[in-house]
């Protein structure tokens, strides 16, 4: 991150299993910069840096480095918040507010949601940051769906604590390096109902973040846990956060399911939106998300990289993407995909 535009490799760059994937003498800009993140690349060595110019940095690389800070900030935050409730069984809610507050206000304005995930989206999503992932796609899934200033606000303090129950969950089971089973699944799915405790002791009065907790792996289909409860009895803060934090669960790595691609991403949540979690917070998410596509560098199936013209709005996930001086359009190419979108 602490590359700027204009800067230069020095040498050949690889990802950790060997792949190349920049070549020396590569001249850098954001897009150069997210697919180094994309590849878990965390170091590269570029040329001396001409200081005989000056470079101000452009108000897009003033406001990510804004954003990062408070995103760091705020994922301490929430460290605190956890690490209170593991000893005392709760937490200080003003410490909530005077946390998140900022970091949302950070972001309040910023309409390009897609190079925003991308931005923050990391390979090593942990239980802090995954959190915070959580409770800042629910504010913009709430903002789409017309939620007052405070009930945006209330829903993504809602998605920030969705998963405090995990504090009470044994450190072994949380950390485990295989998928659970057994008895570890179940104490493990009981993090809902911790949560609900905890939250219930921590904020008098705020029944509903509690609820949010205790229902956000609930689904329509009666599938869901703990309790089984189908689409009428689950509160709709709860179905907001259930799609984000499926979708921040599935934009990260984890056991035996590598990263995926984020159109991929969109294209399982869309299809979860059948029967599994609410058509509402889905199709929200779905159709302000593609708009910011457009203009986005791709990589395809077939090795092309490309840039996203238009989208079909009959066949939403086949845009027409301009690949040098032609056109791909996929939804007439069908055995043709998009592999990756990388920040403008």
């Given at each position: ?198 939250i219930r002791s921590s ?79 889905v199709q929200a998410l ?40 032609f056109f791909r359009d ?15």
């Amino acid at each position: 991150m602490d590359l700027i535009n204009g800067d230069r490799l020095k040498s050949d760059a690889f990802n950790k299993v060997g792949l190349h994937v920049l070549p020396k003498g590569t001249i850098i800009h954001s897009e150069e910069i997210a697919l180094l993140i994309r590849q878990s690349i965390h170091h590269v060595d570029i040329e001396p840096r001409d200081h005989s110019e000056s470079r101000l940095p452009a108000e897009g690389d003033e406001f990510s480095q804004r954003l990062r800070e408070n995103f760091d900030l705020t994922i301490q935050g929430y460290q605190s918040i956890f690490l209170e409730a593991l000893t005392t069984g709760k937490f200080n809610q003003t410490m909530v507010d005077d946390k998140l507050k900022p970091f949302l206000e950070t972001i309040d304005d910023r309409k390009d949601v897609v190079s925003l995930l991308l931005m923050l989206g990391r390979d090593d999503v942990n239980l802090y940051n995954h959190s915070l992932q959580v409770g800042l796609l629910s504010y913009y899934i709430a903002s789409w769906l017309g939620y007052s200033k405070d009930e945006i606000y209330n829903i993504s303090k809602a998605g920030y604590l969705h998963d405090i129950g995990k504090s009470q969950v044994s450190q072994s089971i949380r950390n485990h390096a295989d998928e659970l089973t057994g008895e570890d699944l179940e104490e493990m799915r009981r993090h809902t109902q911790y949560g609900y405790d905890i939250i219930r002791s921590s904020m008098a009065g705020d029944d509903t973040t509690a609820l949010v907790a205790l229902q956000h792996h609930e689904l329509e289909d009666r599938t869901g846990y703990p309790l089984g409860i189908g689409k009428k009895e689950i509160h709709p803060y709860s179905q907001i956060v259930a799609v984000a934090n499926v979708y921040v669960k599935l934009t990260s790595s984890s056991i035996g399911r590598p990263k995926q691609s984020l159109i991929a991403v969109l294209r399982e949540v869309y299809g979860l939106g059948f029967g599994k979690l609410n058509e509402k917070p889905v199709q929200a998410l779905i159709h302000n998300l593609l708009p910011n596509f457009i203009g986005k560098n791709v990589l395809l199936s077939n090795g092309e990289m490309g840039t996203i013209v238009f989208n079909h709005p009959t066949d939403i996930f086949k845009p027409l993407v301009k690949v040098n001086d032609f056109f791909r359009d996929l939804s007439r190419e069908r055995d043709i995909a998009i592999e990756e979108i990388y920040l403008e």
